[in-house]
């Protein structure tokens, strides 16, 4: 029986492959009885190390030096990238007054890591991965059977559909058939005067015959002609038969009427595990926030702001002129709106083109190449703010004409994919007048609407379900109701919206809780808001027309 290769019970030892193993040698990785230990240091070989078998590879094997290679390396020379060098190259000119490490502090510190990492992966990682793969396999073996489920739900409202059109088909015959005794008693009522009619005359021909043949004078005297009345002939009766006007099929109504199908909504659940490790990329917010540069645009009533890099940042007020600034101020380009009319919002598509929103012409309007086209034209609809999102497709807030509905529109190019309007209750979801609905998309693609005229942040998921409403923070020094105005996000997936009317920003993490304001940095009317590529805000002021860049991060 091979010893080796078949299971059992104790260890033997390596080299008579008979004895139990005793001793373990920790340099050669050897498994040796009593007798066998003298055999194999008897090579001369000084380098073996004969440890008690419990204690195997308990003794750290030093890597051999590259320069001296009959030395082992114990040490790190810190001025040399961390080199690893044995005792000798310690006190050679090369490492002369560099700062040295010992190998074994080393080895013990990443020893101990490995073990923790060891115990986490095994008790705590590995088992969540096992019991996310579980609920996976779970889901999908109840997949065919929820779906057949959906399928047997449809089928059987069709049932239904069919029995009541079956209903009304029966309903339509039998008012048909009361028309047609209807139509059969007026036609048979003329037939009936018309023939009395018929009768009168055959009679009155009969009398005539009689008196042209009689010689008789006295009837002939007392002759009436009937020619006169007889003369007056009924109109020709026609009833037309009844018409049936089937209304036109309009699927789309039909397939809404019919019922609906809920998006595929994915939901995520953080494991407890890793909400307690700490994520080296979130930023720490300043403890107060510190203004960094002002520019001064020229404009009275400033309201948006594009800004991604320090080289391009797009402006727009209640003129026709969108402004480009860098950040030392200086102007770099205008471009003006082809109606003449004010801009409603400004934004910048994923070629850098730059797009305008105009509600009195119901366009949304692309720069290209300094041509100015229409990319979208709304009927009854006018376009408010704009987004761009990190997909490309561009998000519409719009109102009604008469200024009583509003929605969110997702297009991508001139097609529209989304709308965005009513909650699960069928309720609006925003405020219905044209006001302020600035729009932004978060990194985890929820989009966050700061609507002015609700008090509110609105945030929905993409697939348009609400995930939270913000409508203000407690607060002693902010006494006027919260009117938030521009909105944007920055890396961590924070929400900052300018509360316009009490001076300052509201930061909020990504599930809507207040995290702290900005206000020191004498704010007045802050409208516009963006965030650029290094996390800096830039704030429009409304009255002033400057824009403030600040660092609020660490």
């Known amino acids: 029986m091979d010893l080796h290769s078949s299971a059992q019970d104790v260890h033997r030892c390596d080299l008579c492959e008979t004895a139990i193993v005793h001793s373990y040698c920790d340099f050669c990785h050897v498994n040796l009885c009593k007798p066998c230990v003298v055999d194999h240091i008897s090579d001369g070989y000084d380098k073996h190390k004969i440890v008690p078998f419990k204690e195997r590879r308990s003794t750290p094997i030093y890597p051999k030096c590259r320069t001296h290679s009959h030395k082992f390396c114990e040490f790190q020379c810190v001025n040399c990238n961390n080199l690893l060098i044995c005792s000798s190259c310690m006190a050679s000119e090369q490492h002369m007054s560099h700062k040295f490490v010992e190998i074994a502090e080393i080895y013990k510190k990443n020893k101990e ?3 923790k990492d060891a115990v986490e992966l095994e008790n705590s990682i590995f088992p969540t ?44 015959k039998t008012e048909i058939s009361k028309i047609k005794f209807k139509h059969r008693d007026i036609l048979q009522k003329h037939l009936d005067e018309i023939e009395q009619t018929q ?40 009833v037309s038969l009844p018409t049936f006007i089937p209304k036109p099929i309009d699927l789309e109504k039909l397939y809404s009427l019919f019922g609906q199908i809920t998006p595929l909504s994915t939901a995520t659940e953080k494991n407890a595990f890793l909400l307690n490790q700490t994520n080296p990329s979130v930023k720490d917010l300043l403890d107060e926030p510190e203004l960094i540069t002002t520019i001064l645009t020229g404009y009275e009533y400033l309201r948006s702001i ?49 797009l305008y929103s105009n509600g009195r012409t119901k366009t949304v309007n692309r720069v290209k190449n300094g041509q100015t086209e229409k990319l979208i034209r709304l009927q009854g609809w006018r376009p408010r703010q704009l987004c761009v999102t990190s997909t490309g497709d561009l998000l519409v807030a719009m109102c009604t004409d008469d200024k009583t509905q509003s929605k969110i529109v997702r297009y991508s190019g001139f097609t529209e994919k989304q709308t965005i309007q009513f909650d699960d209750g069928g309720k609006p979801l925003y405020s219905g007048n044209e006001k302020i609905k600035y729009i932004t998309e978060n990194r985890n693609h929820d989009i966050c609407v700061a609507d002015f005229w609700a008090f509110a942040v609105v945030v929905v998921n993409q697939d348009g379900k609400l995930r939270w409403r913000y409508t203000g923070h407690p607060s002693v020094t902010k006494n006027e109701p919260f009117k938030p105005w521009g909105i944007t996000t920055d890396s961590q997936s924070r929400v900052l919206t300018a509360d316009h009317i009490n001076h300052c920003i509201h930061i909020l993490d990504q599930n809507g809780q207040f995290l702290r304001y900005i206000d020191n940095c004498d704010l007045e009317y802050p409208t516009g808001l963006c965030v650029d590529n290094n996390d800096n805000l830039f704030v429009c002021e409304y009255n002033s027309g400057i824009v403030e860049k600040i660092k609020y991060l660490n």
């Open 306 to 354: 594009i800004c991604h890099n320090e080289d391009r940042i797009w402006m727009s007020d209640e003129t026709n002129d969108i402004k480009c600034f860098n950040i030392e101020g200086s102007l770099c380009q205008t471009i003006k709106t082809k109606s003449g009319e004010f801009p409603n919002d400004i934004a910048e598509d994923n070629d850098e083109d730059l």
């Open 129 to 172: 991965y096992e019991e996310i793969a579980l609920d996976l396999e779970n889901q999908l073996a109840s997949l065919d059977g929820g779906y057949e489920k959906l399928i047997t739900e449809i089928s059987k409202q069709g049932e239904q559909w069919h029995r009541e059109i079956d209903i009304v088909v029966n309903k339509i």
């Open 199 to 238: 009768t009168l005359i055959k009679k009155t021909i009969l009398a005539i015959r009689k008196l042209e043949k009689s010689t008789e004078i006295s009837s002939t005297i007392e002759y009436s002609s009937k020619i006169r009345e007889l003369s007056k002939v009924p109109p020709k009766i026609q």
């Open 113 to 115: 890591a490995i073990d």
